[in-house]
């Protein structure tokens, strides 16, 4: 298979959003909804500074997947690239985009200077976890996530 990787414009947005709804049901389900509607990843995207970059990935002039990816500072470490969403097209895998895709976003990471790269798999995507551990990679152990959606919980106190 041959395949490009290029930055998402945002014409783009679109076949990223039908991709993020695949992925969706994918790891949560047919019935699941996303939160976020296409206008907002647009408005997201073309905001300035922009909330997230991506990549996508074509055969031909057919898309197969795409990386949205940010950047996060630590204070002790310094800029990471954060991944939020990685995903390939169910017929297209095993075929080494995914290899090809987590290399260059390291690329796009140290070009920025990044210290490194992070991402989170629920833990029930074994094939996910399977696949990042061929890199080498492991699970950060002793880290609790917190997150909060109802910002009026924090903002109150």
């Not at 709804?21 to 995207?45: M, N, P, T």
């Not at 073309?46 to 997230?52: E, K, L, Q, T």
């Not at 074509?58 to 997947?65: E, L, V, Y």
């Not at 061929?134 to 924090?154: P, V």
Request: aromatic residues 12%; charged residues 25%.
């Amino acid at each position: 298979m041959s395949f490009t990787i290029q930055q998402v414009q945002a014409d783009d947005l679109p076949t990223i959003y039908e991709m993020m709804l695949e992925l969706a049901r994918h790891v949560y389900g047919s019935d699941y909804k996303i939160k976020i509607s296409l206008e907002k990843l647009k408005k997201d995207f073309c905001r300035d500074p922009a909330a997230f970059s991506a990549v996508l990935v074509k055969d031909g002039n057919t898309a197969i997947g795409y990386a949205i990816y940010c950047f996060k500072y630590l204070s002790w470490t310094g800029e990471f690239l954060y991944l939020d969403d990685l995903y390939i097209k169910p017929e297209c895998r095993s075929s080494g985009i995914g290899r090809k895709l987590i290399s260059h976003l390291a690329q796009i990471a140290s070009e920025q200077g990044c210290a490194g790269m992070e991402w989170y798999v629920e833990n029930s995507n074994g094939r996910a976890i399977k696949f990042y551990e061929t890199f080498g990679l492991k699970t950060l152990i002793g880290t609790s996530i917190f997150r909060c959606k109802e910002l009026s919980k924090l903002e109150s106190n």
